[in-house]
Structure formats: C-alpha cells, structure tokens
C-alpha cells in the first residue's frame, strides 16, 4: 500500500490550550509534504504526537496502514525534530559510526549518506568546526542512515543563512528524488512552495487547508499575497 501515515481527528491540548485542534490529513508514498504555519500554530505538537514523544488528548493516527506497532513503525521513520547534537570532538564520521553502532549499518552506507548531504569531503572534520548547515546536514545524514520510508524535518533551514538554506533545500529535494517521502515543518511560505508538492496548512492548531501546493496557489492565492515570505494566518 502507498500510504505512510493517516492522522485522524487528532486532537492535543495543553491545559485551555487547544494546540492541535481535530485534525486529519494523510500522507502518500513518493511525495513532499509540508506543514506550514506561523509559530505557535501547532506543527512541531503534530510532529512530536506521530514520533510518539507527545501525547495525544484524542483522535489518532496510523502508520503504514497500521500494518505493525507504531515502535515497529517508527524503525522506518527518520526525524531531526531537534537541534542537531553530536559529539564536538569526534569528526562527523566518527560520530555515524557511533551512531551505527546502534543501528549496524556499513562504513559503504556512511559514506554513500554523507556524499547525499555534500559531506563527505569533510568527513575527518571535527563536528565543532561545521557551520550550522552542516550540523544539520549531518543529522540529515545521519537520519538516513538505515534508509528510512520517510524522513521528517521540523523547520530544517531555521537559522541558517541564505546560502546554507539553499543547499539543505537542494538536499531535501534530492532525498526525494531517490524515492523517499518527506514530511517538513516550516513557517516559511517560500520554503513550502520551492519544496513541497503537498502542504498542510495550521492556524492555531487548525487546519486551513490540505492538498497540493499547486491547487494552494489556484484556489487560495490569498495566503501567498498575505504572506511575503513570512506567513501571517
Ligand atoms: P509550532 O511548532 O507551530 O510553532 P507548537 O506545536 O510548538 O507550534 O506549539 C503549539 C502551541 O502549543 C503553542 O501555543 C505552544 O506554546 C503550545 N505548547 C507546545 N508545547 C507545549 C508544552 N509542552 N506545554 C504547554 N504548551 C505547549
Ligand atoms: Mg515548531
């Protein structure tokens, strides 16, 4: 089956507050989704509820069909929700190899993901020296690591000057070009229109619209003259 995850009538609240607010949408192999509000609207609550490091208040969502646990399901997700963290005296492949220790993946398969995210020249720098894109690519490297079904990124280009958050979006596009599904995170208008083929849009925790970001710009071409860039919902 084609579908990774289906999140139905999910609702989380924190005490008054209604973060996620009822809602559904799904999520089709081979396709770049994003979830674009303003802060506050509720997306990284969204995120950390389908990772299973939040808890939901009601509502529900399903991974692959449901065809296994969602611990199961989780072992075929890859996600920096996050500010990469790894160890500043060891080199960026000194830190994958730690990593795989965990999950026993092959130097072939470090260096293959490092090449991905353009680091594998710098593979004997220590992680201290990197810039923060590539701190990130890293993480992005080392999220793929056992090839996941899906990779999800919680405002992956936040901090980062132009020319990093040119490379991490050339980078998200070629992670998706090789097939894998994507799932980001952002308030940026732009990022979601250069990115994504699908956009799931949040305003206090409801959602405003779901589907393709070209029928966005058809059918509500008011949210891109109101956004300049920065999106105001
Ligand atoms: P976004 O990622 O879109 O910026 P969040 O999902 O982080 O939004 O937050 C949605 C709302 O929930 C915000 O009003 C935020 O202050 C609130 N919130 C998030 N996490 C907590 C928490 N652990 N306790 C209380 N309120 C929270
Ligand atoms: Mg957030």
Not at 36 to 63: A, D, E, H
Request: proline share 3%.
């Amino acid at each position: 089956m084609n579908t990774i995850l289906t999140v139905t009538n999910l609702t989380k609240k924190f005490g008054p507050l209604v973060a996620v607010n009822d809602l559904s949408f799904s999520i089709e192999k081979g396709n770049v989704y994003g979830i674009l509000g303003p802060n506050g609207s509720g997306k990284s609550t969204t995120l950390g509820i389908i990772l299973n490091v939040v808890n939901k208040t009601s509502g529900s969502f399903s991974w692959f069909n449901g065809e296994t646990s969602t611990h199961e399901a989780l072992k075929k997700v890859g996600a920096i929700i996050e500010r990469p963290n790894f160890y500043p005296y060891m080199t960026a492949i000194q830190n994958l190899r730690l990593v795989c220790k965990i999950k026993e993946v092959s130097e072939e398969k470090i260096e293959e993901k490092l090449a991905l995210v353009g680091l594998l020249e710098r593979k004997n720098s220590k992680f201290r020296t990197y810039s923060l894109g590539m701190k990130q690519r890293l993480a992005i490297a080392s999220a793929l690591l056992n090839d996941p079904e899906i990779l999800i990124l919680d405002e992956p280009t936040n901090g980062l000057d132009p020319e990093g958050i040119h490379q991490i979006r050339e980078i998200i596009k070629k992670i998706a070009n090789q097939g894998t599904t994507i799932l980001l995170a952002s308030h940026l208008l732009d990022e979601v229109e250069k990115v994504c083929s699908h956009v799931v849009i949040l305003r206090k925790g409801v959602k405003l619209y779901a589907g393709p970001v070209d029928g966005l710009l058809a059918s509500h071409g008011y949210f891109v003259l109101a956004a300049n860039d920065q999106i105001q919902l």
